[in-house]
């Protein structure tokens, strides 16, 4: 037995080959040179040791980023690239995964503009030379205007053929196709299995039980695999539309600033255009190509199937009513597209009503005004309830119509197009035959007595059945594809309602960051923002305006309010500048001259640059200081992040002196350490959140620092050291306060507010001869004031007098009653009145000039 083993094993092909290339080898061994061996050694050798070198290296730079992202994890930071790009890392099963955002190059948004700023006029967006953004109220619907603005976002949302968002639609187009010819084999599979159950054929009709099994477990796949790319593709649209809509709303044009408070376009409800809008219009626009592409190829295919099947009478009938119902349809249809744009304003306008609510909690609660904003709620919601009855009750019936043509209507003309091969065979198509010819009948069979009439009439009539159900399974197919393309109209007009919304944030943003303010020259008026036309001049040295009006600006295209005619003044280093005056004189607009967010109109705005982390420039601090969501550590470093801060080789001990700079040394303990995370905003009280804005001035070390009265809430004797350390790390300030304790920290003074009509300045040094006249002169003035005290009480009493008069009928006046003249009062209750009174009447006689 083992010696037969091994002769089989002798004679097995593989051993065989085997042992013939083994020979081969060792001969070409034999043959080859010692130095050839020796230098295929050395490089087998070489070529081994690199590979090991390689892949350690590969596992060391993998071990190491994987320990920096869970280092930048715990932070909540990334890292930046030269190019722009940002390295984040998110959270992947036990590790962590690396996602690289690049940003939209400069470029690419000069060659969009086009497509946002100047709309052809074909498509209904424009009218003139100049271009309206945003659209003009055209109707949303199935128009050229739609064509032209969802081509605009397909731009945006598959930037090019490389793109990843190309290879999910063309997946996404392989399982269709894939699903429509499983259709065909189902729908002939269908007709086989009642054919074999009619002809009593039981092996032929379990077979097909079990291809019918085997094809439905592919074609579960297939529809698996159409709905998770179709959510794939609207992901990827997403992420597409919200990259370009960030870099256009977050820039360094101050666009998230310039959309509410200088254009108006989409108003207060940027919140709902790229959260709510941006995420309906992309489930829309990956439902539509699988709600159209499919159904498009099984018109085709099928029809074609049928035309074999049926002939061309009944083809010419199904292109007939196919018109026929989108004609009826279309002229039916209510304006779904408007109704839906008009859905999302009020949808917006309702959240905005919530969103003031948080954002003025405490203010609210403080008056009491829980009614009165209830009231204003309820009125919002009623005004969306209402508008989304109206449409649901246009959508009945048309809903019923819809389902009546697409559902009855469409299976009775399938019934009549599949009964032409029974009552009218001349007009029915060749078919698809049998298996084979009609079977000739065995002896055995003719010897029973059955005659070949009733084998052949049996033969027919199996496979006429048979092309019945498949026709049906067909017409059945043709009638789900034909009313989702018709259920599609519907999804189409309310896609075009998404569309215009989209595209009119966009086309804003675009016009905002560009400040494309166009209109015809009769129509600019002074100080809109189509008549801008001063310079900011960013990098210079220090800082000044030359003939600059402060304008208060208005909503495109309204008129800006002027404030002061003309403004000049020049500041260099060391040149401390206070700037003070009544409210109203525009103090705070001269420090939203220099900080970008006004525009300027005429004249020139000269400024350093913003700072960044450790860089020298200028910063802005407001009254009011932002605390972002994050550690302590990110309230003291903003607006750097903790990957710019780690790059740069700052440490903690030098935010901690900031801190101690900013007299908040005290928050490390108390907070809990650097890490701690708290809605800082609720925990920090007023002189701490201020101090909090001192503090990354500190660690931000500008050159110059605008304070927008960013130490009102500090007492004075805390506000003064904080001025004087911001002196003696070299910063510049420009101060903006009432408060005239303040003159001490500066060199300069500029009064705003001045003249009859408060349009006037005066620009000093303080400490010369000159500020010390005008003080002198402003005293004057108070001195004067004072003087007619006196006489401006005794007209307060006649006025008080006249008002406590009550006139009755014929000129009479009645007397008041017993309590206004004290016959009511007890003596003591007297006697204190009089106390404060005479109280008063002496603080006003103490008041002396």
Request: proline residues 5%; aromatic residues 10%; charged residues 25%.
């Amino acid at each position: 037995m083992a010696a037969q083993s091994t002769l089989r094993h002798a004679d097995d092909p593989i051993s065989i080959l085997l042992k013939h290339y083994v020979d081969r080898i060792r001969a070409g061994l034999m043959t080859t040179s010692r130095t050839a061996r020796l230098l295929a050694a050395v490089v087998l050798t070489l070529g081994i040791i690199s590979s090991s070198y390689g892949s350690y290296k590969w596992y060391t730079k993998r071990r190491k980023e994987k320990e920096t992202g869970r280092r930048l994890l715990r932070r909540n930071s990334g890292l930046r690239g030269k190019d722009g790009s940002r390295t984040l890392f998110v959270p992947y099963k036990h590790s962590t995964a690396r996602v690289t955002i690049y940003p939209t190059k400069p470029t690419t948004f000069d060659a969009h503009r086009r497509l946002f700023l100047q709309p052809p006029r074909a498509a209904g967006l424009s009218d003139s030379s100049y271009p309206q953004v945003p659209p003009p109220q055209t109707r949303p619907g199935l128009n050229l205007a739609f064509l032209h603005q969802f081509l605009s976002l397909l731009n945006i949302m598959v930037p090019r053929w490389s793109s990843k968002e190309t290879g999910l639609l063309f997946s996404h187009s392989i399982f269709l196709l894939l699903r429509t010819y499983l259709s065909l084999v189902v729908a002939r599979l269908d007709g086989e299995i009642v054919r074999d159950l009619v002809g009593g054929k039981g092996r032929a009709f379990i077979w097909g039980i079990a291809k019918w099994l085997a094809i439905g477990g592919f074609a579960s796949y297939t529809n698996a695999m159409i709905k998770f790319l179709q959510s794939k593709i609207s992901i990827a649209f997403r992420t597409r539309l919200t990259r370009y809509i960030h870099d256009l709303y977050l820039s360094d044009k101050l666009t998230y600033y310039k959309l509410t408070n200088l254009d108006g376009g989409v108003g207060n409800q940027a919140d709902q255009f790229i959260t709510q809008d941006l995420t309906l219009f992309c489930d829309a626009a990956a439902s539509l190509y699988s709600s159209l592409g499919k159904p498009m190829v099984d018109l085709v295919v099928f029809n074609y199937q049928l035309y074999r099947s049926l002939g061309p009478l009944a083809l010419s009938g199904l292109l007939a009513n196919y018109f026929a119902t989108a004609t009826l349809l279309r002229r039916l249809s209510p304006p779904f597209g408007k109704l839906k744009a008009v859905e999302g304003k009020r949808e917006g306008e309702f959240r905005a009503l919530h969103a003031r609510l948080i954002a003025n909690a405490e203010e609210v609660a403080f008056y009491g005004g829980d009614a009165m904003e209830k009231v204003e709620l309820d009125k919002g919601f009623r005004e969306l309830k209402g508008w989304m009855e109206e449409i649901y009750r246009l959508k009945i019936r048309y809903n019923m119509l819809e389902d009546f043509i697409l559902k009855y209507s469409w299976s009775a003309f399938g019934y009549l197009i599949t009964a032409l091969p029974v009552f009218l065979p001349a007009w029915s198509g060749q078919g698809d035959s049998d298996d084979g010819a009609t079977p000739t009948p065995s002896p055995a069979t003719t010897t029973t007595g059955v005659s070949e009439a009733n084998i052949e009439h049996n033969t027919h009539s199996s496979t006429r059945m048979r092309s019945f159900i498949t026709n049906k399974r067909l017409m059945l197919s043709l009638a789900d594809a034909g009313s989702r393309i018709m259920y599609s109209l519907k999804d189409l007009s309310e896609l075009a309602g998404h569309t215009s919304r989209v595209y009119t944030l966009i086309s804003t943003l675009h016009r905002v960051h560009a400040s494309a303010y166009y209109l015809p020259p009769s129509q600019i008026a002074p100080y809109s923002p189509s008549d801008i036309q001063g310079t900011l001049h960013l990098g210079f040295g220090g800082v000044r305006l030359e003939n600059v009006p402060v304008v208060a600006p208005s909503l495109f295209p309204s008129s800006g309010e002027e404030l002061i005619p003309h403004l000049t003044f020049l500041l260099r280093p060391g040149d401390h500048l206070l700037i003070t005056g009544p409210n109203g004189a525009g103090k705070s607009a001269v420090a939203r001259l220099l900080a970008g967010l006004w525009p300027v109109y005429r004249g020139l705005v000269s400024r350093p640059r913003r700072v960044g982390a450790g860089d020298d420039g200028i910063m802005f601090l407001p009254q009011r200081p932002y605390l972002p969501q994050g550690t302590l550590r990110d309230q003291v470093i903003y607006p750097a992040t903790a990957a710019d801060v780690s790059a740069a080789g700052r440490a903690d001990a030098e935010v901690q002196e900031c801190l101690e700079a900013a007299k908040l040394g005290y928050l490390v303990d108390r907070e809990g350490g650097w890490d701690t995370r708290k809605e800082w905003k609720d925990v920090l009280s007023g002189g701490e959140k201020q101090r909090v804005g001192l503090a990354r001035l500190f660690f931000a070390s500008p050159r110059w620092a605008v304070l927008d009265e960013a130490t009102s809430a500090v007492s004075g004797d805390v506000e003064g050291g904080l001025f004087e350390g911001c002196k003696e790390r070299g910063i510049t300030l420009i101060t903006l306060s009432t408060r005239a304790s303040l003159k001490r920290h500066h060199t300069h003074l500029l009064t705003l507010g001045l003249g009859p009509h408060g349009d006037e300045w005066d620009f000093q040094r303080i400490g010369t001869e000159q500020e010390k006249q005008s003080v002198e002169t402003e005293l004057q003035e108070l001195r004067d004031r004072l003087k007619m005290v006196e006489t401006w009480r005794r007209r307060r009493e006649e006025i008080e007098r006249e008002l406590d008069r009550v006139w009755v009928g014929a000129g009479d006046v009645l007397e008041p009653p017993d309590y206004v003249n004290g016959a009511g009062m007890g003596e003591g209750e007297r006697d204190r009145r009089a106390e404060v009174q005479g109280a008063e009447d002496g603080d006003e006689r103490d008041v002396a000039p």
